[in-house]
T-cell receptor
Framework: GDSVTQMEGPVTLSEEAFLTINCTYT??????LFWYVQYPGEGLQLLLK?????DKGSNKGFEATYRKETTSFHLEKGSVQVSDSAVYFC?????????????FGKGTKLTVNP | GAGVSQTPSNKVTEKGKYVELRCDPI?????LYWYRQSLGQGPEFLIY????????DSGLPNDRFFAVRPEGSVSTLKIQRTERGDSAVYLC????????????FGSGTRLTVV
């Protein structure tokens, strides 16, 4: 079945450092890809998405490009802030039978220190 | 309401007891999803409703788990004969009729079985 593998954390960075969180996927079809973020004490929020190969999703300074050839969707940000501290989840959806159910990775906890 | 509301936010129950978890989706959202998030893991799909019917219940782990959505709005996840392994955060999400992965997640119910 479909699956998502993302780099294990925790990841600790200093403010203004460059961030990469790796994500690779396995899917039988042509999935849409997502990054969700969970801030401390809050619910899951969609950060960005890409629905087809070579699409780039971006939001709040974060970017990820859908790479079909490497089955990857790595999350990047050029300069992290303390407020980016959260758990980040990579996910895919393969739209089967009209269901937009998501398959998530295990999550990567990011801590940004001032 | 403005967001997806889940009640209770926390539930502690004894092994073997029956529990009900409630989800109140965003008004007008016809699609509703339940996920389960165990400690240190990403959310795992349980069941998807389109309107009143369960369109995909392939994620329910066994027949102790059941969910209903009788009027196409509020949904209740029911767990019979709870086990310690059922301890997790149960997440609900809803999306608009146009889909396009416009999920909104609730804050979840943390279930602890002692």
């Amino acid at each position: 079945g479909d699956s998502v593998t993302q780099m294990e954390g925790p990841v600790t960075l200093s403010e203004e450092a460059f961030l990469t969180i790796n994500c690779t996927y396995t899917a039988t079809g042509y999935p849409s890809l997502f990054w969700y973020v969970q801030y401390p004490g809050e619910g899951l929020q969609l950060l960005l998405k890409a629905t087809k190969a070579d699409d780039k999703g971006s939001n709040k300074g974060f970017e990820a490009t859908y790479r079909k050839e490497t089955t990857s969707f790595h999350l990047e940000k050029g300069s992290v802030q303390v407020s980016d501290s959260a758990v980040y989840f990579c996910a895919l959806s393969d739209l089967q039978g009209g269901s937009e159910k998501l398959v998530f990775g295990k999550g990567t906890k990011l801590t940004v220190n001032p | 309401g403005a967001g997806v509301s889940q009640t209770p936010s926390n539930k502690v129950t004894e092994k073997g007891k029956y529990v009900e978890l409630r989800c109140d989706p965003i008004s007008g959202h016809t699609a509703l999803y339940w996920y389960r998030q165990s400690l240190g893991q990403g959310p795992e799909f349980l069941i998807y409703f389109q309107g009143t019917g369960a369109a995909d219940d392939s994620g329910l782990p066994n027949d102790r788990f059941f969910a209903v959505r009788p009027e196409g709005s509020v949904s209740t996840l029911k767990i019979q004969r709870t086990e310690r392994g059922d301890s997790a955060v149960y997440l609900c999400a809803s999306s608009s009729p146009t889909g396009n992965y416009g999920y909104t997640f609730g804050s979840g119910t943390r279930l602890t079985v002692v």
